[in-house]
């Protein structure tokens, strides 16, 4: 999906993509905005990353990317790499989930490209894979990645060590 990133007073739409079974994944308009500023567009801005926070909604299996973190002191960001230190992000993923009553949890990661149409390295679908293997708690998890032009969706599911790129979907009004 295309996005006014020129334009700075243009209000941010939320985006919406679609999983192979017809669920959807909603990222808000809020973390949309959040992620569109660390889009690398001068050739200094270095990458930059954070998890996915959000929730199932119950009525539909939708998930909905309602908080994301952004860069924190102790991560190694460079212009085509971006390490994220565990300990800070892990925090706010604990205390999403409290505050939530557990109802809003880690959904995943993303991070930036200094490219139009990103996609994924050999690092990162290593790294994606890694992430699937250790974690116990969900069958799926997404990978977000904000170029400076499109911000594209991956999803992994923890049984089939399968990498699927998403489509995006229009936005309902
Ligand atoms: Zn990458």
């Given amino acids: 999906m295309s996005l006014p990133m020129t334009n700075e007073t243009a209000t941010t739409e939320p985006l919406v993509f ?20 660390y889009a690398q567009h001068q ?69 930036t490209h200094p490219e139009a149409n990103p996609t994924p390295s050999g690092v990162d679908t290593g790294d994606w894979r890694r992430k699937l293997q250790q974690d116990q708690y969900f069958e799926r998890l997404f990978f977000v990645i904000v170029g400076t032009q499109e911000v594209r969706v991956w999803c992994g599911s923890r049984k089939q060590a399968k990498l699927i790129s998403l489509q995006s979907h229009p936005v309902e009004s």
């Fill in 43 to 111: 050739l200094t801005d270095k990458e930059a990353g954070g998890v996915l926070i959000g929730r199932y909604l119950c009525d539909s299996d939708d998930i909905v990317v309602d908080q994301v973190t952004e860069p924190m002191p102790g991560d190694k960001r460079g212009r085509y790499f971006f390490h994220r230190a565990q300990k800070a992000h892990q925090h706010a993923i604990e205390q999403a989930w409290q505050a939530s009553q557990g109802t809003r949890t880690y959904l995943g990661e993303w991070h």
């Fill in 18 to 37: 679609c999983q192979p079974d017809g669920r959807r994944i909603k990222l808000t308009a809020s973390v949309v905005a959040q992620l569109l500023r």
